[in-house]
């Protein structure tokens, strides 16, 4: 038993030793190659957002010096930690009295040292070449450069992946060099004991059961962690090395936990995309604003008033959550945003930086065509909800679009803020929504959303229209049907209610009556060829002098 003893707390100094090493060495090198890859990656964001600082108009040119200090800063963090990597590598390297694979280890610091080497000498001039181009105003120069930067960096990323991977390899190889030894202290400690009495090696079992025991638990939630899985906890049986990186390991999985928690919990309530960054960068999204181009979309149920009047409490919160949710989901599935519900009103947006400029308005538009599509399934779906056979009054929504400057970020008290969009393009969005009253219509856009649609749908050009709180007209749209999908009836119409506007516009009231009704034959019942016919009546009584074609939401 003593010779037991004596090889045991051996053995046991040697697995102490060893994971001394795993836990202040190999771990902390693979965590600075990860943050060396994270200060990349932040460095190609500062280098980025000095692009679009100089590109605005007027150049942003303390927000551009502040993200080339960024840059510049972030330059020497990432041969910070890489250095730090490989200084570890080195030790690890230098200790002999701890086996590892010092060829494997030997070569994976070259190969940092070489990918820092390249890093510095390609993208220091490239980065310099870049600089010069943004102060001199030359961002078609700049834009080939910061692609060509790009690459770079995705090389260097690529690099550094794979020289984790390998480190990755080594950490793992290393650990089961502890559980080797702790497997060889089981053999070794039960032949002697087995020599001395049955009482020896029956203790020498349960102290080299205690040693290993954690290290293939911890070994085994890292796996799990690695997997995603954090619904699981390692048990602390003992108060050395084992069981404090055992401790360690706990809190880090429960805060994983709290932290998935909280987007989970945050994402129920504002859009996932939002929360990521609320979370990751909070001193930017909860201090600054920022002008962007975006498209609105306003959507409202036709009748709900008369419709909730009839209803218990119970049976209005049942119809508005299916109503909300069959609406909502074309706006997450076209990667918009949902602002926010009021009442029974739905606020989405599309644009930077969770969409490409360029796409919103036709994501936007292509959300409003399937929203339309589900108001029958809507009808079916709420009298079976309330089991009744029929709601009280015929439910339909109405849409308007509007794609213009807005600002955008957190708005509003000490105490409450909101992440959201203000400016005109907010209000012409709501104005479109309630302006489908007057048209009978379902789905109106603005004229710079139609603009940028391209053909991409058939649109209607209804009427210019000046809304409440603006005083210039805006051109605006029926959003008709996706491109390709019109009926020959639909072009009819669309032809003929062409020629009546045009007429219309140009105070040629008969041509114009006769138009709209040659439209109607067409298609009975076509809201804004009532709509405009009522106008004519009421136009032709009173002529107005400055007849301009266009009509303001206040008139009566």
Known sequence: MVVTSVLSMFMSAQVGRLLDELTNRYIPAYGNLARANIRSL??????????????????????????????????????????????LINAIIADTGTPSDNAALARIDTRIEVAVTDLRRELAGESAKLIAALEAGKFEEARSTLAHVDGLRDQFT????????????????SSRVVIG????????????TVLAAAIGWIFSLLVASGITRPVRQLLQGTREVEAGRLDRSIDVSTQDEIGQL?????????????????????????????????????????????????????????????????????????????????????????????????????????????????????????????????????RTQLPELLGMRAIPVECDIRIGIATGEVLTGSIGSEFMMSFTVMGDAVNLASRLEGANKLYGTRVLIAG???????????????????????HVPQTIFEVMSRNGELTPQQRQL?????????????????????????????????????????????????????????????HK
Not at 59 to 82: H, I, M, N, S, W
Not at 181 to 192: D, F, K, L
Not at 448 to 470: C, I, W
């Open 181 to 192: 030894n702790q497997r060889q202290a089981i053999i070794v400690s039960a032949a002697v």
């Open 42 to 87: 932040e460095r190609a964001l500062s280098l980025r957002q000095m692009v679009i600082a100089k590109m605005q108009v007027p150049p942003d040119e303390d927000g551009y010096k502040a993200r080339l200090k960024l840059f510049r800063d972030k330059d020497g963090e990432v041969e910070q930690e890489t250095g730090a990597a490989r200084k």
């Open 158 to 173: 690529g690099k550094v992946d794979a020289i984790r991977a390998d480190m990755l390899s080594q950490l793992l190889a």
């Open 246 to 378: 055992s401790a360690a390991f706990n809190r880090m999985v429960e805060q994983l936990r709290r932290n998935e928690r909280i987007r989970e919990t945050f994402g129920r309530y504002i859009d996932p995309r939002v929360v990521e960054g609320l979370l990751d960068r909070p001193e930017v999204t909860l201090t600054q604003g920022q002008r962007r181009t975006m498209t609105i979309l306003f959507c409202d149920m036709k009748g709900f008033t008369a419709m909730s009047e009839g209803m218990t409490p119970q049976g209005l919160v049942k119809v508005v959550n299916c109503y909300l949710s069959t609406m909502s989901a074309p706006i997450r599935s076209h990667r918009g945003i949902i602002d926010k519900y009021i009442g029974d009103a739905i606020m989405a947006y599309w644009g930077p930086p969770f969409i490409d400029e360029a796409d919103q308005a036709r994501f936007a538009c292509a959300a409003a065509v399937d929203m339309a599509e589900r108001v029958p399934s809507l």
């Open 448 to 470: 710079a959303t139609a603009a940028a649609l391209g053909s991409a749908f058939e649109l209607r050009e209804v009427d210019r229209l000046t809304v409440v709180g603006q």
């Open 494 to 554: 669309r032809t003929r209610y062409g020629e009546a506007l045009a007429a219309y516009r140009a105070a040629r009231w008969d041509e114009a009556r006769a138009a709209f009704n040659s439209a109607l034959e067409i298609s009975p019942g076509d809201g804004p060829s009532l709509a405009l016919l009522a106008r004519i009546d009421l136009l032709a009584a009173n002529p107005p002098a400055d007849w301009d074609g266009s009509w303001h939401m206040e």
